[in-house]
């Protein structure tokens, strides 16, 4: 069921922070075109349109992104927020490097496997923090390389 939110919005040195009552998001950029996002409680639907914005962005400039997601404290998640998320990376999979998810929650694991059905396996899921903290350095170490090859 979705819900009704009011999302507060502040920037923090590396991204920013959405929250909805007690339910939070935060992405941060880790490397140009690498997003780390990290919910606890709810993923509200308004989470969607932030976030997809910065990925534009970085899209808009010719990069590939990488989106690296730690939903280890996420419990539930609105639909529309699922259904906009599935719409996007259908639309943007050609540019997408990675995406790492770290899941503990049945639920959220649900709802990751239907988005990934829709996306062609863009996602790939860790239960353990370490695996998951080595896929996210990965993805950073990746695109730092390209960077340097293309500024030489």
Known sequence: MDRISTVDASEVADGFLLEAGNDRMSVRVLAPGVVRASVRGNAAADFFEPTAALLDHYLAEGLSVAICVDTER????DTLFRER???WLQHNRENISGMPFLVRSGIVRLGINMVNSLTGGLITTH???TSFEAAVAAEVSRERDRLQATAV
């Open 74 to 77: 996420m419990n539930s998640y």
């Open 85 to 87: 998320w599935s719409h």
């Open 127 to 129: 239960a353990d923090r």
